[in-house]
């Protein structure tokens, strides 16, 4: 039996085999991608090709994709950008989000979320019909990293449309991946002006992503210099990088294996409620990603829970993995209108399409027992403060 389980898909995907290779001829080519000579006319061939197969998983134009150092970077290239008004977004958007929107001028709105997590869309035209501005900017994820749970972009773009607004998306978690009903993220169909993505989330190196930007929509550059990525993003191209998320992309797409991560969550799904009929399950009345499960009981404290799975070889976590260091209340539930007590307890397991069931059965198996631990000890707690009511009372 095996050891160890990796169930933090959504923090990071394992470098896939495809990406792991193309690295590998990358770092054999000799040659800046903007140099005229054999080399360089090689480096510039393979970010083409990348750029290419980027395209094909977003599902936009390959002119549309600008490459950069990650999504944080894409998001701050949108949300920074002077020309906005107000921002309108939810409270559960990343950091990488909220901390832009908060270095922008524009005037900052939030928007309201069922207790499924799913978008107030009335609630959002309401704001958007009030406001006069003339360059408004509506901010919201394609799919939440803690949850899983999806909204309904085609609505959103729709809204957006009708009052002059552009629309931006974090596509990080959506992109290659789908809902149960075999649904996944595409740009062009999203109706979005401007999307970030990022490799890690796909099984591509980390420290390399994109800004999908719709034709005619173009941003002023964020970074300036050599005026590399169609004048769109100075700087010399991370070939390595770039080639590695352009192979994982194509793997991506020509392997899909939604049904085969959903099977596999039902089952986590099923298992985890037969174990704990006191399990809340989170965003189970929304469209999800069928990789996400996102579960809380009630007074076991997620940072406990992590603790002691990753002692015994589990990979699970709770919250943002970008929110390192730190493991409190999820600030995601809080905004979906659930009490301290619960958002404090929440974990999530994520998985992919290399997971196997070994993993799957090691992961219940090590949580089921650590849960019947904490249940008799909890049970011992309150049968011992019961004890000591009653020695009160015949005291009294």
């Known amino acids: 039996m095996?050891?160890?389980?990796?169930?933090?898909?959504?923090?990071?995907?394992?470098?896939?085999?495809?990406?792991?290779e193309a690295m590998m001829l990358a770092m054999d080519i000799v040659g800046n991608p903007s140099s005229i000579h054999t080399g360089g006319r090689r480096a510039k061939a393979m970010i083409d090709e990348a750029r290419e197969e980027v395209a094909a998983l977003v599902g936009c134009a390959p002119g549309e994709v600008v490459f950069t150092s990650g999504a944080t970077e894409a998001c701050n290239w949108v949300l920074r950008d002077p020309r906005w008004t107000?921002?309108?977004?939810?409270?559960?958007?990343?950091d990488a989000v909220l901390m832009a929107a908060e270095r922008s001028a524009a005037n900052k709105l939030t928007l309201s979320l069922n207790k499924s997590g799913g978008l107030d869309i009335r609630?959002?035209?309401?704001?958007?019909?009030?406001?006069?501005?003339?360059?408004?900017?509506?901010?919201?994820?394609?799919?939440?990293?803690?949850?899983?749970?999806?909204?309904?972009?085609?609505?959103?773009?729709?809204?957006?449309?009708?009052?002059?607004?552009?629309?931006?998306?974090?596509?990080c978690?959506?992109?290659g991946r789908y809902d149960d009903a075999g649904n996944t993220f595409a740009f062009a169909e999203s109706g979005a002006h401007y999307a970030a993505i990022t490799a890690e989330k796909f099984g591509g190196p980390a420290g390399t992503g994109a800004l999908i930007v719709k034709a005619g929509c173009e941003l002023k550059p964020f970074i300036v210099g050599g005026g590399q990525e169609m004048r769109h993003r100075s700087g010399t191209e991370n070939l390595i990088g770039i080639a590695g998320m352009g192979?994982?992309?194509?793997?991506?797409?020509?392997?899909?294996?939604?049904?085969?991560?959903?099977?596999?969550?039902?089952?986590?799904?099923?298992?985890?409620?037969?174990?704990?009929?006191d399990m809340e399950e989170i965003g189970q009345d929304m469209p999800r990603l069928v990789n996400t499960t996102c579960f809380a009981i009630r007074g076991w404290k997620a940072s406990t829970q992590l603790m002691q799975l990753d002692l015994k070889g589990i990979a699970v976590s709770a919250g943002s993995a970008c929110s390192s260091g730190k493991v409190s209340e999820s600030r995601v539930l809080r905004a979906?209108?659930?009490?301290?007590?619960?958002?404090?307890?929440?974990?999530?397991?994520?998985?992919?399409?290399?997971?196997?069931?070994?993993?799957?059965?090691?992961?219940?198996?090590?949580?089921?027992?650590?849960?019947?631990?904490?249940?008799?000890?909890?049970?011992?707690?309150?049968?011992?403060?019961?004890?000591?009511?009653?020695?009160?009372?015949?005291?009294?």
């Not at 095996?2 to 923090?11: F, K, P, R």
């Not at 994982?248 to 039902?266: D, F, H, I, T």
Request: aromatic share 8%.
């Open 173 to 175: 978690q959506a992109v």
């Open 123 to 171: 609630q959002m035209r309401q704001f958007l019909s009030a406001k006069a501005d003339n360059a408004p900017l509506i901010c919201v994820q394609a799919a939440n990293s803690e949850t899983g749970v999806m909204q309904d972009l085609q609505t959103i773009s729709g809204a957006a449309r009708a009052f002059d607004a552009h629309f931006f998306t974090d596509a």
């Open 86 to 94: 107000s921002i309108f977004m939810p409270a559960v958007e990343h």
């Open 2 to 20: 095996i050891e160890s389980a990796y169930l933090d898909w959504n923090g990071a995907a394992p470098l896939c085999r495809e990406a792991r």
């Open 247 to 277: 192979a994982a992309a194509k793997a991506a797409r020509e392997n899909p294996a939604g049904k085969a991560v959903l099977e596999m969550s039902a089952y986590i799904r099923s298992m985890i409620a037969t174990i704990a009929d």
């Open 336 to 396: 979906m209108g659930y009490d301290r007590a619960l958002a404090s307890c929440a974990i999530r397991a994520s998985i992919g399409p290399t997971t196997t069931e070994e993993e799957i059965t090691r992961f219940i198996d090590v949580w089921g027992a650590l849960y019947r631990d904490w249940m008799a000890k909890a049970r011992g707690l309150i049968l011992d403060i019961d004890t000591e009511k009653l020695k009160g009372t015949s005291n009294g």
